[in-house]
């Protein structure tokens, strides 16, 4: 048997009921199996597989909290740090109803890769609760954040992991988290990241991912002899990643037609206005309805998903598998060349496959928002020397190290014969990275 299935059946029969874990796995297992052909004895001479899929450490522990009305609730909180070949773990942490065991891991396991291609000195973790933030008091959440920091901080250290926000770990959230680690340690570190300015933060952390995912577009785009300039863009989510992704877009002078949350859409066809999205989502904390409700030239589709809409260039920035084959048909009908996975694995595997092999330019997660997780390590090396770096200094370094990513997973893509796949491209590179460093520093 090939070596990538039977560390694939090693995974499922370790990991039964995690289905995202396995679909993120089974995606890296395939598109590195050129690599693996190449070097097959030596990996297996060192287990660097079966070490690979395998967390070096996972934990999950009692979140209890008091509402505003006095009653006590129990969530659960986890953390895996997966890898540290490459440095100290680093990766979100993310409340959501829908975290489980399964999405931790796969967004885990996702993260190891994508740090690698930032070519920064990070490993790969993540973490998060059940905890839902959205309807919550602010005392409610600060209640929440004491108690889940109240234990992580014992397993967290700014040599150690560092973690930082994610799907509902906004500023807000950091700034109660990062206090709880303070109270508890006496440490002034950076433990965390995304903090705010003036206590440690690094300007441009809260644009990064969604700026990172148009530097890296317009990369490829360029190579193609495109630009997103005058293209129909459509955007799904309004939170932190699609926000930012939506003010650069525009920049460049695309023109972004919808936005969403998960329970509906809104389109404009003359494009949507990123000031009044953003005061709405970053301020008001309301919802896209609402919106609608203030621009009149918007309209609101209720449980609809923005993919039906024709457009030239698709950036889902929601959440995982948020994007079906059914979509991915749509996209192809209605003349889409290109699509950047802004969020984490939004399209689903029969999706990403359709896509590809319907020539759509596309842009795996990994690659396209690896620019949040950079300029977190840029934020670790200013909190290290205690000197901060100007908005246009991190902002170009973010490009730099963007167009640094489209540069390996192109050079992969060619080195592995299969040109034009980013997919198999970002995962080779990355995978290399990490493959060489846990060769160097034996069986651990
Ligand atoms: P936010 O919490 O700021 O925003 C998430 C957005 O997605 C909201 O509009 C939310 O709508 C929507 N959404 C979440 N879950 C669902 C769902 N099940 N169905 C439909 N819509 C949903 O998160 P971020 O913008 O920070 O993260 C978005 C994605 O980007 C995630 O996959 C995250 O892992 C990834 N990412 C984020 C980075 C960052 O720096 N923030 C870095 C790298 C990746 P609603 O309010 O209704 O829940």
Redesign the pocket.
Known sequence: MAYVDEIMEIVQSRNQGEPEFQQAVKEILDSIAPVIDRNEAEYRDIGLLERLVEPERSISFRVPWVDDQGQVHVNRGYRVQFNSALGPYKG?L?F?P?VNRSIINF?GFEQIFKNALTGLSIGGGKGGSDFDP?GKSDREVMAFCQSFMAELHHNIGAREDVP?????V?GREIGYLYGAYKKHTRLFEGVLTGKGLGWGGSLARTE??GYGAVYLTEEMLRHEGKSMEGKRVLIS??????LYAMQKAQEVGAKVLTA????GYIYDENGIDFETLRILKEEKRGRVKQYAEEVPTAKYVEGGKVWEIPCDIAMP????N?LDIDDAKTLVANGCFSLTE???M?CTREATDYLIDNGILFLP?KAA?AG??AVSGLEMSQNAVQLYRSFADVDNNLREIMVGIYEQIDRACEEYDCKGNFVAGANIAGFLRVANAMKAQGYV
């Open positions: 979100g993310r959501h829908s967004l959205k930082a926000g994610d799907i509902g906004g990064a991912t989510g309004s939170g932190n990643v699609a969403s949350d998960s329970n920035c929601a959440t995982q948020e802004c969020a984490n939004p997660g928002n949040g997780v």
